[in-house]
């Protein structure tokens, strides 16, 4: 071979390897960019703790560092916290409300960050959404509606979060989160007008008064009726005081009673009063102090 053509075919070569090298080139330059994602090992050390990435799996040590963290939190140690928050009860080992209390402390640390998390409310509204999440976990994203909804930036995230309180007030009376939906918007009514005060308690002794509502639920629901002055919930309050059989949902028949009730209802709430059980006495002395200054005041 002579030097004449291996030098053609070195130019042929060099220009294959060109035109490959440009094509990547090309390639790469119009292919959509990928989010990067989150390396975890890169983190630091309470971060890894928090989320789970070490070999401590306790509470207490993580809340620990949840209670520590920063106030100004880098873009890559946030995404970590969100990617902890979309983790399923049933992928580690925890308890239920050692798991979700850890998540919940972590949604306050963020909440309390200087620069308030955009993204927040849309990741709060998707697991709330999300069925394959733990009941648990999907009623804190309800009340974490009401609590950032004060603070959160004025987008479209923000009012999905108004919406879904009202979602989750209709359709959710089958467990604890429309009793959680609904103070969630007794709370918000004293704040923003938005949220009518009416309609807030309309909804809520409609949800009350369903055959299907979980009593769990009802405990909240009587609160709102009652903050709310709806004197409809009044027979209903009166009853599961008789009747009722969990103590949690008698003390708030007992309480809504002192705020809507009268002083025919002192002779019941005298005997609550004398009970032994500190969570039914305790409402009971509370409720009748309410209404007998309601009834001296009408003097």
Same mark, same amino acid.
């Given at each position: 071979?002579?030097?004449?053509?291996?030098?053609?075919?070195?130019?042929c070569?060099v220009g294959?390897?060109?035109?490959?090298?440009?094509?990547?080139t090309s390639k790469?330059?119009?292919?959509?960019?990928?989010?990067?994602q989150?390396?975890?090992?890169?983190?630091?050390?309470?971060?890894k703790?928090?989320?789970?990435?070490?070999e401590t799996?306790?509470y207490?040590?993580?809340?620990?560092?949840i209670h520590?963290?920063?106030?100004?939190?880098p873009a890559?140690?946030?995404?970590?916290?969100?990617?902890?928050?979309?983790?399923?009860l049933d992928?580690q080992?925890?308890?239920?409300?050692q798991?979700?209390?850890l998540?919940?402390?972590?949604?306050?640390?963020l909440?309390r960050?200087?620069?308030?998390p955009?993204?927040?409310?849309e990741h709060?509204?998707?697991?709330?959404?999300?069925?394959?999440?733990?009941t648990t976990?999907?009623?804190?994203?309800?009340q974490f509606?009401?609590?950032?909804?004060p603070?959160?930036?004025?987008?479209?995230?923000?009012?999905?979060?108004?919406?879904?309180?009202?979602d989750?007030?209709?359709n959710?009376r089958?467990?604890?989160?429309?009793?959680?939906?609904?103070?969630q918007?007794?709370f918000l009514s004293g704040r923003?007008?938005e949220?009518d005060?009416?309609?807030?308690?309309e909804?809520?002794?409609?949800?009350?008064?369903?055959?299907k509502c979980?009593?769990?639920s009802k405990?909240?629901?009587?609160?709102?009726?009652a903050?709310l +002055? *709806?004197?409809?919930? &009044?027979p %209903?309050? #009166?009853?599961?005081?008789?009747?009722?059989r969990?103590? =949690?949902?008698k003390?708030?028949a007992?309480?809504?009673?002192?705020?809507? +009730? *009268?002083?025919?209802? &002192?002779k %019941?709430l #005298?005997?609550?009063?004398?009970a032994?059980?500190?969570? =039914?006495?305790t409402?009971?002395k509370t409720?009748?102090?309410?209404?007998?200054?309601?009834?001296?005041?009408?003097?």
């Amino acid at each position: 071979m002579t030097g004449k053509t291996l030098g053609v075919l070195s130019m042929c070569m060099v220009g294959a390897v060109l035109t490959a090298t440009g094509a990547e080139t090309s390639k790469a330059a119009s292919a959509p960019a990928k989010k990067a994602q989150v390396v975890i090992s890169s983190l630091p050390d309470e971060i890894k703790l928090i989320v789970g990435d070490s070999e401590t799996q306790y509470y207490v040590p993580r809340v620990r560092a949840i209670h520590q963290l920063s106030d100004n939190l880098p873009a890559d140690q946030v995404q970590a916290c969100y990617g902890f928050l979309y983790k399923k009860l049933d992928s580690q080992s925890l308890p239920n409300l050692q798991f979700n209390g850890l998540k919940n402390e972590l949604v306050l640390a963020l909440m309390r960050q200087r620069r308030k998390p955009t993204e927040l409310a849309e990741h709060l509204v998707k697991m709330y959404r999300d069925k394959s999440f733990d009941t648990t976990w999907r009623d804190y994203c309800v009340q974490f509606f009401g609590k950032w909804y004060p603070e959160a930036p004025k987008n479209n995230a923000r009012r999905e979060m108004a919406d879904t309180l009202w979602d989750a007030l209709k359709n959710e009376r089958g467990n604890s989160i429309a009793g959680a939906a609904s103070s969630q918007l007794c709370f918000l009514s004293g704040r923003f007008p938005e949220f009518d005060k009416k309609a807030v308690s309309e909804a809520s002794f409609e949800a009350l008064n369903d055959p299907k509502c979980a009593n769990i639920s009802k405990v909240a629901l009587l609160q709102t009726c009652a903050v709310l +002055g *709806n004197e409809k919930a &009044l027979p %209903i309050a #009166r009853k599961l005081a008789a009747s009722g059989r969990e103590p =949690l949902l008698k003390a708030s028949a007992i309480a809504a009673i002192g705020s809507l +009730g *009268n002083k025919e209802d &002192l002779k %019941i709430l #005298r005997e609550f009063e004398r009970a032994k059980d500190i969570r =039914l006495c305790t409402p009971a002395k509370t409720a009748i102090a309410k209404i007998e200054a309601r009834t001296f005041y009408k003097k």
